[in-house]
């Protein structure tokens, strides 16, 4: 069975001081891993699609990294707007189902 | 503008009632997904359709329905049978080619009165 753990459960940051959020899984051959953010009352919203080792993908302050075992969601110097869940997801080869993670909240602070 | 709805946004039911819950997409996405979201838990997938008139059950599909008649449309029936129905519910669609980037409807939240 597919497993994804995210770490921490919570962050808090001080605006501009860069941190990363982890996401380990295991899963029978990766299709791809997914990140999604997702504000309070509201569904996720797609970042990025990660499908090697090897891979990183950045958009604005966020940067996706991914290993054979894990991968780091990296945010640099966060601003309060970031604050958000951020979901960590899997797909396994041949499935079209997503395992997540249960999510890291961040709270950036101004 | 392309994207996926979802009403109610919040609904209440009453002690043995079925409730429906709808979901609608313009995206010509070919597969549709329910999932249900509680607090400190990742998301549980429901069901799950690939093309119209098919579904398949997912991980916690006691006490649920679904149907897909047209390729827009998942509507998703909690049953009387659901015994702890208070969650977020979100639906999801997504392109059947290769790696299926999953896009994500606003959500719904269900109350038990």
Redesign the interface.
Known sequence: EDQVTQSPEALRLQEGESSSLNCSYTVSGLRGLFWYRQDPGKGPEFLFTLYSAGEEKEKERLKATLTKKESFLHITAPKPEDSATYLCAVQAKGDYKLSFGAGTTVTVRA | DGG?T?SPKYLFRKEGQNVTLSCEQNLNHD?M?W?RQDP??????IY?S?IVNDFQK?DIAEGYSVSREKKESFPLTVTSAQKNPTA?Y?CAS?S?WE?????????T?LLVL
């Open positions: 996926i979802q597969a997904y999932y400190g838990q990742g998301l549980r997938l799950y690939q997912g977020f979100l997504g059947s790696v299926e980037t999953q896009y994500f409807g606003p959500g939240r």
